[in-house]
C-alpha cells in the first residue's frame, strides 16, 4: 500500500480535555506527530504570558495543533466526505496542513518577533521544506507534497478551499483556540456551539461556506471570539508581562551589542543578537531555555536586566493606566522627562502598548490584509455575505477597536527614599 | 489592626477552571502568594511525566495549591464558621497551611528524590522557616507563626483536626487533585460531588468527620481515587517517561562521579551530586531548567546520557510489558544476561518498575503508614468507621494492588543490523 | 421567634441540575414551598410548546421558581449582606417575591390570555392575596405582608431595589431562565457568566447596578438572551404548535357559544368561555386537564376541534413559510379566497403569526412598555448606562427585530383528491 | 429505492441535551418517531414520581427513547461498520428495536402493573404487532417486520447479539438511563466515559464484549450504576410518593368493585379494574390522563381515596422510618393494631415498601433472572468475565442489598385532637 493510503492497524486515540478524543488512523499523521519538530510544540505554551493573569492557561501549542487537525478531521470525514463538491484527494493534504500549521512557532514569538525581526511563519515554512523529520515523514508521500503543505499553511495554495478550513474567518484554527482557551482559562466565553457550525458547512467552489440555517451558532461563535480578545488575549496583566519579556530581550541584545560580558554565554541567543538565525538555532529554542536565562540573568550585574528578569520570573509586573496617545503625548512627554530625573530608564519602564482588533470584516479588496467574508449559503443556492443577514454581524462589521495603556513600574515609584518630589509628580500625573 | 486579620479592601479572585473562583480576601494569603517561592510553583508540573500521556496535564502545583486553599476556605468559612465545635482561631494557620503545603516540590520530584535520596517535605519545612519571602510574611503575623504551620503541613501539629483537613485520606489536598488532575487530562474519572462532601463535612474532636447522609458522595471520591490512580497516575507510558527521567538523573551523577568532562558545566546539578544541597540552591531548580540541560545533553559524548535526553525530549519513550517478579525472576536474568551480550546496557535499558495503591484503608495502629479512617457521624452521634457502613468500601478497603512492569528500548531490539540473533532471543523472551 | 425569622434546624437543599442546589434556611420559604399554589407550578411547563421542538425542555415553572428565589438568595446574602447601601429587612419580602413572582402562570398561558382575554399576572396577585394557603403562610409574617410581597411581583412597590433584583433588562428572572431554557433544550446559547455578574452587582440608590470591570459579561449575557429568543423561544416550529393550540381554545369557545354539544362536558372550561373565571376555577386548570381534554377531543364530531387535537396531541404540526405582511397582503387575500374555495377553513387553517423582540433597550421616558436601563457603575462612582459604553449594546440597542411567518397545513394541501386545481394554485402561492 | 434502505434527502438531527444531537438518516426512524403511538411516549415521565424528589426529573420516555436509538446508531455505525464479525443486514432491525424498546410503558408503569396486574412489555408487543401506526410503519420494511422487531424487544430473538445490545448488563438502554438521568436530576453520579466503552465494545460470537483496555470504564460505569440505584431511584422520598400512588390506584379499584359511586366516572379506569384492558384502552392512558382523575378524585367523598389523591397532587407525602421485617414483625403489628385503634385504615396507610438491586452478577446459570456477564476481550483472543478480572467488580459481584422502609403518614399522628394516647404510643414505636 502507498504510504500516504496506509492505516494504523488499530485506530489511535489521544484524550483531549475539548474535543473528548483526537483520533488517528492515517499512518502519516502518526508519523508527523512523533517527530521532534512536532514534540518540540509541548514546550511553547499557546498562550505566552497568559499563564500569569489565568493561571489555568498552562497548555502548549502541542495541545492546539491537534485540535485544529481533529476539528479539520472531522470536517472532512463527517461532512464533507461523499459531497459532490469535495475532493477526497485533498484530504491528507488539509489534515497536514491542519497539524502544522504553527510548527513555526517559537517560544513567545509576539515578543521576540518584535525584537529580533521574523516572522514565524518563515520558520514553519523552513521546517516543512528543511532538513526536518517532519520534511522526511511528507516527503514519504511524495517528492513535492511538503511544498503543498507549505503553500496550503502559507495561503498561496490554488487549492483555496482546502486554505479556507485552516485559515479564514472562522477556520479550525479560530474554533480550536476559542474553545481550548477558554477551557483553561476557565471563562465561559469561548464557547459556542461547534457541533453546529461543523454540520452546516460545506464545500462550495472556492471556499467552505455555511448554511444559512447556521447562521445564528455563526454569530455566537463571533461573539466569543470578540470576548475572548478583550477579556483574555488583551488583558492588560498579560500585556504587562509581555512588555516586561519584550524589554527583556530587548535589553540582553542591547548589552550584547555593547560588548557586555554576560556571566554565562547566553549561546542560544547569539544568532538572534546577530539576525543570524539558522533553522537548527531556532529548533533549539523554547520556553525552558528562555526561561533557564532568565533565571540566571537575574544575577546579571547589568541593573535592568536582572530587575526586568526577577520581576518576568517572580510575577512582579509593571502597572498601568489608561492612555490616549492622540490626545496625552504632551504627558507622555513630560512623564518621560519626569523618569529620567528620577534615574528610572523611560525606554524600559515607560512603555505605551496598543492592543487592536477587528472582530468580524467583510471583504475590503485592495485593503491591507484582506479578510475573506463568511459567506452564508441560502436556500435558493445563492451566497450571501454574513454581515448583510445578521443584525448582530453588521453592527460590529468592520469597526475597529483599539486600547492603549501606560505601563510603568509602581514599585519604583512608592519608594521614597530619594527623588522623593520627582516621583510625586510622576505620580499625579499618572493619577495614583 | 494586626496584620493577621487584616483584609484587602476588595475581595481579589483568580479565574480557577475547576472552582471557577479562587476568593482571596486576607493580606496573608494575598502576600504568600506573591512571594517568589510561591510563584516558582508555576514552574513545577503538578503531574510530572503525564503530559507525555495525556497531552493537557500541562498544569502546575501553583494551580493545584490555590485549589487546596479554596476548598479550605470554603469548609471554614461556608461550612464550619460559627459552629461551636470549631475554632476560628485556627482558620489562618489553616490556609496557610493549605496553600503552602506543597511548597517544597521539585521538578519530578519522585525522580530527583528517588535518585538522590531526599524528602521534598524537608524542603517545604525549610521553606516555611528559613531564610524566604515566605517565612517573611509569616513571621509578621506573629514569631511562631511559621513554626505552626510547619507543624501543620508536617503533620506533627497538635491541632490534629487542622491537619486532617490538609492532609487524611479525605482532605483538601486529595479533593483539589482528583478533580484538575480530571479536569486537565480530560478525563471523566475525577469528578464526584464535592459540594455535597463539603456541606456534610463536621468538626468533631480530634478529626473533621463526614455526616452519614453524605455516605454516597464519599463512596464515590473513593472510587474516583481508585480509577484516577490507574488510569491516570500509574499509565504505562507516563510512568516509562519517568523510568527515562530518573535514568538521565542516575547516568549524569555516575559520569560526574566518575569525572566526565560535560561539554556545558552542569552547575545547578552540582549540589545534587555531591549531596550537599542548599536551600538556594533547591529553589534554584524548576523545570525549565532541568529542561535546559536535558536538551544540552542530547548532545553529549556519552551515548547513554544522550539516547537517554533525547528519548526524554523527543518522547521516544521504552515500551513495556508485564513482569511478575515473584515468578519471572529467572527469566529477567536470563534477559539481563542477553542485554548484556547484544551491548545494551541492562542498568539502563532494562527497568523493573512497580506501583501500588491502597485505595482506602481502615486504621492499623502501629503499621507502617498509619491511616486514619473515615468516620461517618451517625443521626445519634456516634463516630462508625466508613467501611464498616459502606459495603463497596468494605469490599476494597485494606487491599493492596500491585502492578509491576518491565521497560525496555524497543526501538533497539528492533534494529537487526548487528547481533541479530540475541535479539530475536529477547523478542521472544518479551513476547513482542 | 417570630416567623420571619424562624430558621430550619437544619439547611434544607433542592438538588437543581442549573444551580447544583437551592439552599433554603427561612422557615418562610420552606412552607411557602409546600402551599398547594406553589406545587401546582410542578404542572405547567417553563416553555409551553417549546419541548415539541426541543424534546428536553420538558422542565415545569417550579424548577424555574425555585432558581429565580436561590439566585436572589446568593446575591443578598452572598453579595448584598453588609454593604452600607443595602436595608437586609428587606430580604424576605425579596426572598418570598422571587419565589412567587411566577405564581399565577397557567397551563400555556400566552395562548390562555390570548384567547380568553386576560392577564396572568393578576391571577399572581390573586393568588398571593386571596384565599389561599400562599396568602396564609405570608400573613403569619404579619397582616401587610402579602400586599408587600403583591407590590414588589406587580412591580408598584416603592421599593425600586428590590423590584429591580426581580424585574429589570438583568434581573434574577432573566438569568435563571436564560440558563435553565439552555440547559433543558440543551443549546448552548444561554450561557453567560452569572458568577461573574452576581459578584460585580451592587445596590446603588433606587436600583441594582453593575461595576464596569463587569461590563463584558454583561454583553455576553445580552447576547445569550438575544440568541435564546431566535433560537429556542421564537423557533417556529414550536410557534406552529402554539397557533395550533390558540385555534383549538378559539374553536371550543366558538363552538360552544354555538351550543355545540360535546360528548364529555368540558367544565373546567364553562367559566372560561363566560368570561367567568374565578381564582378557585383558575387555580384547577393545569397542563394535565388541558391536555386530557384535548385527548378526548381528537373523538368530537366537530371536523375541526378534532383534526386541531390530533395535531396537537401527535405532533403533526402545520408549515409555514416566510410571509411580510407590508408586502404581500394581497398575497394573503388570494390565499384566503384559495382556502375557502378549496373548503379549508382559512380561520383556523391559514394563521399568520408574528415575533418581536428588543434585545435591550435605554431608557425612553413616556414611551410604551418604559424599560429601565443598565448602568455601569464606574470607578469614581458615577453611573453610565450600559449602550454608551459597550460598542456591541450600543450597535442593537433599541433595534427590534420582528420575524413574521404563515402558517398552514400541508398535509392538506398535499391531497389532491379533491379540488385538485385550487390546491395546486395555493402551493404554487406558497411557494411549495 | 426500497423503503427500508431510503435515506431522508437530508440528514436530520433533534438537538438533545445528553447527546448533543440525535442523528437521523433513515426514513423508517423518522417515520416511526412521527408515530402517534411514540409520540405518546412525549407524556410519559422516564422516572415516574422521582420529580418530586428531584424536581429537574422531569424528562419523558420519549427523550429516553431517542437516546437508546442514538446509543447504539453510534456503536453500528461508528464502531462496528466495517468489521467481519459485524452483519450490517442487522442494522434496521437493531436501530427499530432500540427506539421502540420502551413503547409498551403506560403512565407510572410500576404502579399500574402492580395493582392491575399485567406487564408493560406485552403492551410493547401488541403495539409493535398490532393494528397501529408503528405496525404499519414495519410491516412496509417487509411482512415479518414487526416479528422480528418484537422477538428482539422480547429478547427471544436468535439474534443474541443484537438483543445484547439493547438488553444486558452494558446495553445501550442503561447508558442511556445513567446519564440522562443524572443530567436531569443534576446528580454527578450517573457520569462515566460513555464515548470510551463504545470505542471498545466489539461484536464478538453471540455477545457484544468489551476490550480488556475499556475495563476501567465499565467498572466506572457499574459504580455509577450503583450510585444511581440507591442516589436516585430507591429515594426513599420518591417511594413514599409511588407508595401513595399505588394505593391511590389501589382504593379506586376496590371502590369500584364496591359499587362506589364516582362523581365523575372514570371511564378511562374500567377496563384496568375490570381487567379487560384492550390495546386501545392502554394507548389512550398517559400521565395527563392520570393526574385529570387524581385532581378531580380530591372532591371525592371517600375519605381515604380523596386524602391520598390530595397528598399526590400537593406532594404531601408520607414519612418513613428504617424497618426490618425479619426483625420487627411483631412491632409492625402491634403498630397494626395501633393504627386500627386510632381509626387510620393501616392498609392505605402503614406500608411496608422495599427495593433490593444487584449491582452486577456474573453467570449463574439454571437461576431465576439469568443475567448475562460482561466479557472482557483479551489481547489474546479470550474472553474473560468482568468480575474475574477487576477486583472491584468482584467485590460488589452478586451481592445483593435490599432496603425496606416503613411509610406512614406523619401528619396524621401529630393531630392529637383525638386518640391523643394511642398516637402517643404510635410514635414511641416507630421512634418519632
Redesign the interface.
Known amino acids: 500500500m502507498v504510504y500516504s493510503a496506509e492505516k494504523l492497524s488499530e485506530e489511535k486515540?489521544?484524550?483531549?480535555?475539548?474535543h473528548?478524543?483526537v483520533h488517528v488512523r492515517d499512518r502519516v499523521i502518526w508519523d508527523l506527530v512523533?517527530t521532534?519538530e512536532f514534540?518540540r510544540l509541548?514546550?511553547i505554551k499557546q498562550l505566552g504570558t497568559t499563564?500569569l493573569t489565568?493561571?489555568?492557561a498552562?497548555?502548549?501549542r502541542?495541545?492546539h495543533s491537534?485540535g485544529v487537525y481533529e476539528i479539520v478531521r472531522r470536517i472532512i470525514d463527517d461532512v464533507f466526505a461523499g459531497r459532490p463538491e469535495w475532493n477526497d484527494d485533498d484530504r491528507l493534504l488539509t489534515l497536514c496542513a491542519a497539524l502544522l500549521h504553527d510548527l513555526g512557532h517559537g517560544p513567545f514569538s509576539h515578543s521576540f518577533e518584535k525584537v529580533f525581526d521574523f516572522d514565524h511563519e518563515d520558520f514553519t515554512q523552513n521546517i516543512v521544506l528543511g532538513n526536518t523529520e517532519v520534511n522526511a515523514v511528507l516527503k514519504k508521500v511524495s517528492p513535492d507534497f511538503p511544498q503543498q503543505v507549505a503553500e496550503v499553511v502559507a495561503k498561496t495554495s490554488a487549492k483555496k478551499r482546502v486554505v479556507s478550513l485552516i485559515s479564514s474567518q472562522i477556520d479550525a484554527d479560530r474554533m480550536d483556540y476559542l474553545q481550548r482557551d477558554a477551557?483553561?482559562?476557565?471563562?465561559?466565553?469561548g464557547?459556542?456551539?461547534m457541533?453546529r457550525i461543523l454540520?452546516v458547512m460545506r464545500p462550495k467552489e472556492d471556499q467552505v461556506v455555511i448554511k444559512k440555517s447556521g447562521m445564528?451558532a455563526v454569530?455566537?461563535y463571533i461573539?466569543s471570539r470578540?470576548?475572548m480578545y478583550?477579556?483574555v488575549y488583551f488583558h492588560p496583566v498579560s500585556r504587562s508581562a509581555e512588555v516586561i519579556l519584550t524589554k527583556i530581550l530587548h535589553r540582553a541584545k542591547q548589552l550584547y551589542e555593547n560588548n557586555y560580558s554576560f556571566k554565562n554565554d547566553p549561546i542560544h541567543f547569539y544568532s538572534f543578537f546577530t539576525d543570524s538565525v539558522t533553522l537548527e538555532d531556532y529548533l533549539?529554542l523554547?520556553?525552558?531555555?528562555?526561561?533557564?536565562y532568565f533565571?540566571i540573568w537575574q544575577e546579571e550585574d547589568d541593573a535592568i536586566l536582572s530587575d526586568l528578569c526577577r520581576r518576568f520570573?517572580?510575577?512582579?509586573l509593571f502597572k498601568y493606566a489608561e492612555f490616549d496617545p492622540a490626545k496625552e503625548y504632551k504627558k507622555l512627554a513630560e512623564l518621560t522627562r519626569l523618569f529620567e530625573k528620577a534615574g528610572i530608564d523611560p525606554e524600559y519602564y515607560l512603555v505605551v502598548d496598543s492592543s487592536s482588533d477587528l472582530p468580524y470584516d467583510f471583504y475590503r479588496p485592495g485593503e491591507e490584509e484582506e479578510r475573506l467574508p463568511i459567506h452564508l449559503l441560502m436556500k435558493n443556492g445563492d451566497l450571501k455575505e454574513l454581515s448583510r443577514e445578521s443584525?448582530?454581524v453588521d453592527?460590529?462589521s468592520g469597526?475597529r477597536?483599539t486600547d492603549h495603556k501606560l505601563y510603568y513600574p509602581g514599585d519604583f515609584l512608592a519608594d521614597e527614599s530619594t527623588e522623593k518630589e520627582i516621583k510625586k509628580q510622576i505620580r499625579t500625573l499618572l493619577e495614583i
Not at 13 to 18: A, G
Not at 286 to 292: L, P
Open positions: 486515540v489521544f484524550k483531549d480535555p475539548v473528548r478524543y512523533g521532534k514534540q509541548r514546550r499563564f489565568f493561571h489555568g498552562e497548555h502548549s502541542f495541545n491537534l477551557y483553561f482559562t476557565g471563562v465561559s466565553y464557547q459556542f456551539d457541533e454540520r445564528h454569530e455566537d461573539m470578540y470576548q478583550w477579556q533549539k523554547d520556553e525552558s531555555i528562555i526561561m533557564f533565571q520570573v517572580n510575577r512582579n443584525e448582530i453592527a460590529i469597526k477597536r
